[in-house]
């Protein structure tokens, strides 16, 4: 049974039914959302796998208020319906949005102003490895870290979906990109992507390359996913007036740090989580990303990395993979 608009009134969703390991991301079958005022309702054709996702899936990373408890933050699809007061688009556009929740399903509602039209010749599936990703990246690398042509950026992570990103937006717009990953294949990965030095962090120590591949000054920038000791270890590789951005703690949140280190280089430490960020907040991102980016990727300057697609009925392989930590890229599911 259908509903007059043409929507069906079920569709198959991934749910988390318990906080715990990836076999408890299971289909289920739920009732069609409805857009409210400003919201557009995406028939989902592919939805990007993130580690947030994992996060959640292990009862770590709870959705903000108001938002789906469904998992994924990012999707690619058509316009299905659209809400009162929604200006921009049409039933039947094609869209990529960056989502509080709810992705990992046939249908997801996101506010129109956090939506962005697919780049030209794009496929539905690089367009879910986008929204999270690139929004994460102009945030924190950008708008926070403020990076400039003829700095250094150290990203570490540099295979991440994040880290593939940050690499290639980083070199186009004219920055040294020094990254770290864990195996050759992966650090031959990061040059290909336009980092001109990549450090393998199991056979080599990050913080004297840095060093050495900046003739002694450090890194102006560090993009930082790991926490841990990694901390006081960005504070020796950076450089003086330095700024490291913390975007998460793959390696714990509590370390010993000497924080003289921070005075006597006048370094700054920020971070941020955008998943809880206002609609407003995120629409801001999405117009910049759509003036300075979405015209790189229409030309392929930069383009998503693609590791592994995984039918969204095996969501959990998709997190199997993410955990075992060797791809290379962004991993999506297909939801058409």
Not at 35 to 41: F, M, R, S, T, V
Not at 246 to 272: E, P, Y
Request: with cysteine; net charge neutral; aromatic share 6%.
């Amino acid at each position: 049974m259908t509903r007059q608009n043409g929507l069906p009134d079920k569709m198959t969703v991934i749910t988390i039914s318990e906080p715990g390991g990836p076999m408890v991301l299971k289909p289920e079958e739920r009732p069609v959302p409805a857009p409210a005022k400003g919201e557009i309702l995406i028939r989902v054709k592919a939805s990007g796998v993130n580690r947030p996702d994992v996060f959640q899936r292990k009862g770590a990373y709870p959705p903000p208020p108001g938002a789906s408890p469904l998992p994924g933050l990012e999707a690619a699809g058509e316009v299905a319906a659209i809400g009162s007061g929604v200006t921009r688009w049409r039933i039947g556009d094609q869209v990529t949005a960056l989502t509080p929740g709810g992705a990992y399903a046939q249908y997801c509602l996101v506010h129109e102003s956090n939506a962005l039209p697919i780049p030209p010749g794009f496929t539905f599936s690089e367009a879910a490895a986008l929204p999270e990703t690139f929004f994460t990246v102009w945030h924190n690398v950008f708008q926070r870290g403020g990076l400039a042509a003829g700095e250094t950026l150290l990203v570490h992570g540099g295979t991440s979906g994040i880290g593939t990103a940050a690499i290639q937006l980083a070199a186009n717009f004219g920055a040294h990109v020094i990254a770290t990953a864990g195996s050759a294949e992966k650090c031959e990965a990061c040059v290909k992507l336009g980092a001109m030095r990549a450090i393998n962090y199991r056979e080599q120590d990050f913080v004297p390359v840095v060093k050495q591949a900046t003739e002694g000054r450090g890194a102006d920038i560090i993009l930082d996913m790991v926490g841990g000791d990694y901390i006081e270890r960005n504070y020796d590789a950076a450089a003086e007036e330095g700024r490291v951005v913390q975007i998460a703690f793959l390696s714990g949140a509590r370390t010993q740090v000497d924080f003289s280190k921070l005075m006597r280089k006048r370094l700054t430490h920020t971070g941020s989580t955008l998943r809880p960020r206002s609609v407003e907040f995120k629409a801001q991102i999405a117009q910049e990303l759509e003036t300075h980016v979405w015209p790189l990727l229409a030309t392929r300057k930069v383009a998503p990395v693609m590791d592994t697609i995984f039918p969204l009925r095996e969501a959990w392989r998709a997190h199997e993979r993410m955990e075992e930590g060797n791809h290379i890229g962004k991993i999506v599911l297909d939801v058409a």
